[in-house]
């Protein structure tokens, strides 16, 4: 095969390229369904953390605060998102989804999880565990080994 630090280039190449591809053919859906790729990504994040307030909309997504604000603007005019303003400080919104945004994401869900299960079909059962094995050993080392923030940035 090579060495390991060819190996683990042509790795880090291959994940480029999956993430790029995957995104194309959901952005694909997306764009028969209306959004784009950015508003699904607040979708998910509302509905995964509602309520949730712009900032923290904002934080999660790592978009510009008038990004955010103008793709939560395009949710609402599409009768997805609600909004409720904080009982203490009325400068800060609560987002959440509508009955309708529910339904929306449920249905994002729905072809993301297709998508990659038609995916999944080219391996076998043992590459698919395989495949989860790894997943879970990364995931666990980005998570035991995230970045410390410094008292400066905070």
């Known amino acids: 095969m090579g060495t390991r630090d060819e190996t683990l280039q ?30 699904a990504m607040l ?15 904002a934080e999660h997504v790592m978009l510009t605060p008038g990004a955010v604000t103008q793709g939560i603007n395009s949710l609402d005019a599409l009768g997805y998102i609600t909004r409720q303003p904080d009982e203490h400080d009325r400068r800060i919104i609560y987002l959440g989804l509508t009955p309708g945004g529910k339904t929306f994401v449920k249905r994002l869900h729905t072809i993301h999880h297709k998508m990659v299960a038609d995916i999944m079909t080219e391996m076998s059962d043992q590459e698919v565990a395989i495949w989860l094995s790894v997943q879970e050993k990364m ?14 940035d905070k």
Request: avoid cysteine; glycine fraction near 4%.
């Open 139 to 152: 995931l666990h080392y980005l998570k035991t080994h995230a970045p410390k923030e410094k008292e400066e």
């Open 43 to 57: 979708l998910f994040t509302i509905d995964a953390q509602q309520p949730i307030s712009f900032k923290q909309v």
């Open 10 to 39: 042509k790795m880090f190449s291959n994940m480029e390229a999956t993430k790029r591809l995957m995104g194309s053919h959901f952005q694909y859906a997306l764009r028969e369904l209306g959004i784009s790729r950015a508003q």
